[in-house]
């Protein structure tokens, strides 16, 4: 394919109409919450977008995201868009290996240098100066360095990419770290999740792609058209917890009339992702819909939010410990301080004596 | 082999489910839509699939605007099936993929949806075919 | 979004919290037991003196006569704001779960929108107590500094309770850590303030009631 091709060449190529294509883009923007009035438009700019060259970087992950992403249906424009970007280096999908594997890498970097797009899945580890990840003998630390520089934008693809992930979970023995934490100077669009829906990192993409520009983003850098509601506010349980009716166990009356699972430590009002909405395995259903609670794996730290198990209210720490050292100590203190004013009324009256005319007339004359 | 739709699900019907009412405010946006459209020739959509409808709520919509004169079938990598509803220039649009799934689901104000019309870049290479 | 300032929150914010309240109020607590009062060596009219202290603790949250026409304001204004108060703390459901996972004991909650209505009606009570106390003048020249303080520390956590639930100013997380951390300032707080009322009122109460039985009358 030439360098200049667009994607409207490749679809007529394709024998894929305009109006399918118009069709994926329909489904695209009605997934990314975009207003319906923009599709048109957006299918123009789509059709006339250049290949785009692509470098992902696997560190510290466990390819879940990568599963996710092969595993995405909608909006079907992902297998377009797919074969239409130039993916120049994947550790797990690409062909070579060994020196010709790094060498496309490079290559790429410096053909594309300041146009490409790099995608990175899997935290940095920096204790020890990164040694604890490395490939083809470079660590992960020293290879993200490099190959940012030339980016034109970064994605930060799953929680330890975008925040640090499982690696981070305390007590982080390798020093892992997220990449806004190593990058400052490129626009870099977090995509959490543990993994992310699939259709959430085709839908950024086919973003990044169409408009040539990062979507709108949260505080902590996720596009907003997936993570702009909690978990919590679009479950179709919310009126029940609402109501105030929750399951207890798992499998009490509760469990099976399908009320709210705070009680059995959903993370819902505090995740922010579309599950709820966009779902998962062609839209069948999502955690909660099949009887267990939200882990909140969208959240930055959530591996240090308390058990997956216990409600988003409960504290993350003993309390009853402390709590009796502190009656104890207070208990003492009272005692010693209490002593101590005994101590100083009994002084007092220590220094009490009587005075008598006497004496004061005898003070007065001195 | 049980289908996972023949799984009998007990589904507890909330007080909620009935009271929150989306129709009207679907009825009075194609009003606005119409109105627009009227007005200045702009055509409008409205996206159903991302708007909180119950069940109710979206068998209720569908039977306010009922059916009008124009059904189509578009075969587009999965059928997308297209009618007139009762108001003339309300089109009611669902995409669906090959598995029958729907992708999305609208509905559109003006003379004729977009997704009707041929793409120039299509015609040209129809041109290019004879 | 802050996760961490969440976390922290949950964690050693809330344990040095407990620490400090704790250990404040039983070394105060502590402190006036063993006070001790000069003996009386009067001959004691009523032999059932802990009974009327006891009375008078119960006794005094019935405002005295007249005293309800005089402020019908004030007086209303500050049962709701402390039933409402406890009511919020003790029967809104996250709440029960916080006690039964530290306690071990838990009680049936009331459903949401019963305690969101309840915390409304409690921070309007809080809002109509600070403006009684700047609008007349001998509560306002009364007032110290550390009569607004301790009225923000005890509005505060209903008011970024409230607006938590409803998902005002800031994201949920952010705006829940500022919630949990209003509570902990409030419970460092309840030691070295008037707060400490809420232990100490039994005392003073018991006491005022036990001396007045020992004599005979009713207090």
New interface residues.
């Given amino acids: 394919m030439a360098e200049n091709d667009n994607l409207g060449n490749l679809l007529a190529r394709r024998g894929i109409s305009r109006r399918t294509f118009l069709k994926f883009c329909t489904a695209l923007a009605s997934s990314m919450a975009l207003s319906p009035s923009m599709v048109p438009a957006m299918a123009e700019s789509l059709a006339k977008a250049k290949r785009q060259s692509v470098i992902w970087l696997s560190f510290q992950e466990c390819t879940g995201c990568t599963e996710s992403l092969t595993r995405s249906s909608q909006p079907s424009i992902e297998s377009l868009i797919f074969d239409f970007i130039s993916l120049d280096y994947h550790h797990t999908l690409q062909a070579a290996s060994g020196f010709q594997a790094e060498e496309a890498r490079e290559q790429a970097m410096a053909e594309h240098k300041g146009k490409y797009l790099l995608i990175v899945d899997g935290s940095i580890p920096v204790a020890e100066n990164g040694v604890y990840s490395t490939i083809a003998g470079m660590t992960n630390l020293q290879m993200l360095e490099d190959a940012a520089k030339g980016a034109m934008a970064i994605v930060a693809v799953g929680t330890c990419a975008a925040y640090g992930g499982l690696p981070k979970a305390r007590p982080n023995p390798t020093g892992a770290v997220s990449v806004t934490d190593l990058i400052d100077d490129k626009p870099i669009i977090n995509i959490p999740g543990c993994p992310p829906i699939g259709e959430v990192i085709t839908g950024v993409l086919a973003h990044f792609l169409t408009f040539g520009a990062i979507p709108e983003l949260d505080t902590v850098g996720r596009p907003k058209a997936f993570y702009g509601e909690t978990i919590h506010d679009r479950c179709y349980r919310r009126t029940f917890y609402d109501q105030g009716l929750f399951a207890e166990t798992f499998d009490d009356e509760g469990a099976r009339k399908g009320w709210c699972l705070y009680k059995l430590g959903c993370k819902g009002p505090v995740t922010y992702n579309s599950c709820a909405t966009t779902k998962w395995n062609q839209e069948t259903s999502f955690p909660i819909e099949s009887g267990h609670g939200c882990i909140g794996c969208s959240q930055p730290d959530f591996w240090d939010m308390g058990g997956i198990y216990e409600a988003v209210s409960e504290p993350l720490t003993d309390l009853r410990g402390p709590a009796v050292t502190a009656v104890v100590a207070g208990a003492a203190a009272g005692v010693a301080v209490a002593a101590m004013n005994k101590q100083s009324k009994q002084s007092a009256k220590d220094r009490h004596f009587k005075v008598s005319s006497e004496t004061l007339d005898e003070e007065l004359k001195k | 082999m049980t289908r996972l739709q023949d799984i009998p699900v007990n589904t507890e019907i909330t007080g909620l489910d009935a009271e929150c009412n989306m129709v009207d405010a679907v009825l009075h946006e194609l009003k606005q839509l119409l109105d627009a459209y009227l007005s200045s020739g702009e055509t409008g959509v409205i996206d159903i699939k991302s708007m909180p409808l119950s069940a109710t709520d979206y068998d209720s919509l569908k039977q306010r605007l009922g059916n009008g004169e124009i059904s189509a079938t578009a075969s587009l990598a999965g059928d997308t099936e297209i009618y007139e509803t009762a108001l003339s220039g309300v089109w009611w649009v669902v995409h669906r993929n090959i598995d029958d799934r729907v992708l999305a689901e609208q509905l559109e104000v003006g003379r004729i949806p977009a997704i009707l019309c041929a793409h120039d870049d299509d015609i040209r290479v129809a041109r290019e075919r004879l | 979004?802050d996760?961490?300032l969440?976390?922290w929150a949950?964690?050693?914010g809330?344990?040095w919290a407990?620490?400090?309240?704790?250990?404040?109020?039983?070394?105060?607590?502590?402190?006036i037991?063993?006070?001790?009062r000069a003996t009386d060596l009067s001959e004691a009219r009523n032999s059932d003196v802990m009974s009327a202290g006891i009375k008078t603790i119960f006794r005094r949250f019935v405002p005295p006569q007249g005293m309800l026409q005089k402020g019908l304001l004030v007086y209303l204004s500050g049962y709701i704001f402390h039933i409402g108060f406890f009511i919020v703390l003790l029967f809104f459901?996250?709440?029960i779960?916080?006690i039964d996972?530290?306690l071990g004991i838990s009680w049936p909650?009331?459903?949401?929108?019963l305690i969101d209505a309840i915390t409304v009606v409690t921070l309007l009570a809080l809002i109509v107590l600070l403006l009684h106390r700047v609008w007349n003048p001998v509560l306002k020249l009364l007032s110290t500094p550390e009569d607004y303080l301790t009225w923000a520390l005890t509005f505060l956590p209903l008011l970024t309770g409230y607006m938590a639930y409803h998902?005002m100013l800031f994201?949920?997380?952010t705006m829940?850590a500022l919630h949990v951390l209003s509570v902990e300032a409030l419970m460092i707080a309840i030691p070295f303030s008037k707060l400490s009322h809420m232990v100490t009122l039994f005392l003073a109460r018991w006491y005022n009631g036990a001396i007045a039985g020992r004599k005979g009358v009713q207090s």
């Fill in positions: 979004m996760t961490a969440l976390i949950k964690s050693t809330l344990q407990t620490i400090i309240m704790l250990l404040g109020l039983t070394m105060r607590v502590i402190q037991l063993l006070l001790g459901v996250p709440h779960q916080l996972s530290t909650g009331l459903r949401s929108s998902h994201e949920y997380n829940l």
